[in-house]
């Protein structure tokens, strides 16, 4: 159905090919999976099948790609090619740009010229398949990232085309979500639609695929079976937090007695180093939330929520999408003033003080990198924020310069952001909040868009700037980094705190399975 011959490609402002020599052949009606490292070329593989890169995008083509037995550059653009093929892209953001759900949906459907029943009916009909019917008056830009993501899926189903390519859809979903999308996938499949996943983690569908494609550096390097690729590549190095079973999380397993003992050693002496400096004084939070509640309009966000963090913790905060964790979050350096209650960061409340002001205490990493990135350059995009703080020359030069290293991009230095892969694009976002060195550093799904091994590396990173001092909040879906690197465990419900444990030290409470359980039911993602 889809056949690449050949193919590579060389963005704009690019000096070497993104997708150097591809030959595949996409056969009608099969479950087409493919995954690799960040930079590896799946985005930009996914945006060539359908057709964006030649009409949308640009840049040096060879090859050629061939839909339905045309070459892709003979549609009449992608109005003619829409029509056949649908895509969800990694930045389920980009795709949103109405005032409502139901309103993203329906816009789709009046251009296939649906009757106004057979619209209606299409409309409740995806919004319930997605379950996000609850959602249909909200406004996208409200929503959590999961949300979104349902929501952007949701509005491509509902065009019931021949082929669903999904880059990244399910990256910043809870295990719920995700079981889900893989029951309406199936049926789609059944059904005779092509389907083409791209993702680092593709176990969750390994059972409904017919192929696995693994792309290293621009080129295919292998094609296997599901069963296969499950059975050789899935080794220890590269398991991710999804092939995580509640029987593998054990009480004993997220105790303290799960932490190496390097890790327990630079908890005790993060501790001691705190202490020492506060020797005389009462350890005071470094965030003291009091009664906050938050709404979008009708919607209550968060509800009535009692926290304070010390400095020095590694906090995750857990929940399923909608929970109310970005949003809680987002007070944390001012984005978002209190509906009621109040939030006070190093002393600070934030609704009394100038946001400028609070981002040299907080760094604030998006859920969606793309929402801090507007520069020409990966170095501008650091100096931005070192500029607005009053870090300039030889100063933020090394700023800078350390802060690419530690996220391994120093060599990326020059490139246009946009140009780079989604991961990138997330380990830039770090750079530009670290560069800044804030007390507290706050990160929403830090890992999405990560692979395996670099979601590991990210994590390190963070531990090493805790043993510096800093303070960390991170918001994730991923119960490896929890299990591997939390030592206090906030889960979310409705808007509401439902769980506080801590746990990594002694004499913490230890968090158990059920916890774990209730909070992914029965399957980490």
């Not at 079976?225 to 999804?242: E, K, N, Q, R």
């Not at 009708?298 to 109310?324: H, Q, R, W």
């Amino acid at each position: 159905m889809i056949v690449l011959k050949d193919f590579s490609y060389t963005y704009r402002t690019a000096e070497t090919p993104v997708l150097n020599k591809i030959n595949l052949e996409v056969r009608q009606g099969e479950l087409l999976l493919v995954t690799g490292h960040s930079a590896a070329g799946k985005t930009t593989l996914a945006l060539a099948m359908a057709g964006i890169l030649h009409h949308e995008i640009g840049g040096k083509t060879e090859g050629e790609i061939i839909f339905k037995n045309r070459n892709v550059k003979s549609f009449n653009g992608m109005k003619e090619l829409s029509r056949h093929i649908g895509m969800v892209f990694d930045d389920a953001e980009s795709q949103l740009i109405f005032t409502s759900v139901e309103e993203e949906i329906r816009s789709g459907l009046e251009n296939r010229g649906y009757s106004k029943k057979e619209l209606m009916n299409r409309l409740e009909e995806v919004m319930e398949l997605c379950e996000i019917s609850h959602l249909k008056t909200r406004a996208p830009h409200t929503l959590s990232g999961g949300q979104k993501q349902k929501a952007a899926l949701a509005a491509t189903l509902a065009l019931d085309t021949e082929v669903l390519i999904l880059d990244e859809a399910t990256a910043e979903l809870d295990t719920k979500a995700v079981r889900r999308i893989f029951s309406i996938l199936k049926r789609l499949k059944e059904a005779g639609k092509t389907i083409i996943i791209i993702d680092h983690n593709i176990d969750d569908f390994l059972e409904i695929g017919d192929r696995v494609v693994l792309l290293e550096k621009g080129r295919i390097k292998a094609i296997k079976s599901p069963a296969d690729f499950s059975a050789s590549s899935l080794t220890a190095s590269s398991l991710t937090a999804s092939s995580l079973t509640a029987s593998s999380l054990t009480a004993s397993s997220l105790t303290e007695s799960s932490l190496a003992s390097e890790q327990e050693i630079s908890e005790t002496d993060r501790q001691a180093h705190y202490i020492s400096q506060n020797k005389g004084k009462e350890m005071q939070p470094i965030i003291s939330v009091r009664n906050l509640t938050q709404r979008y309009g009708e919607v209550l966000a968060l509800d009535s929520i009692d926290l304070e963090i010390y400095p020095g913790e590694l906090v995750a905060v857990l929940g399923e999408n909608g929970s109310g964790k970005t949003t809680l979050v987002k007070h944390f350096n001012g984005l978002l003033h209190p509906y009621s209650g109040s939030v006070i960061i190093k002393g600070l409340e934030t609704s009394k003080t100038p946001v400028n002001e609070l981002v040299k205490h907080t760094g604030l990493v998006f859920q969606n990198p793309d929402n801090m990135l507007f520069e020409d350059t990966v170095e501008a995009e650091i100096a931005f924020g070192l500029n607005n703080i009053n870090i300039k020359g030889l100063e933020a030069e090394k700023a800078i310069s350390d802060s690419l290293e530690l996220v391994n991009l120093g060599e990326k230095l020059k490139v246009f952001p946009r140009n780079l892969s989604r991961g990138e694009r997330q380990r830039l976002a770090v750079a530009c909040v670290i560069a800044m060195k804030p007390e507290l550093i706050v990160l929403d799904e830090p890992t999405t868009g990560l692979d395996a091994e670099e979601s590991d590396s990210m994590m390190q990173l963070m531990r090493k700037l805790q043993q510096e001092g800093h303070t960390i909040v991170m918001v994730t879906h991923n119960m490896q980094i929890v299990k591997d690197h939390a030592e206090r465990i906030i889960r979310m419900e409705a808007g509401k705190i439902v769980e506080d444990t801590r746990r990594g030290t002694a004499g913490r409470e230890q968090m158990n399975s059920e916890q774990v359980s209730r909070e992914h039911g029965g399957i980490c993602a």
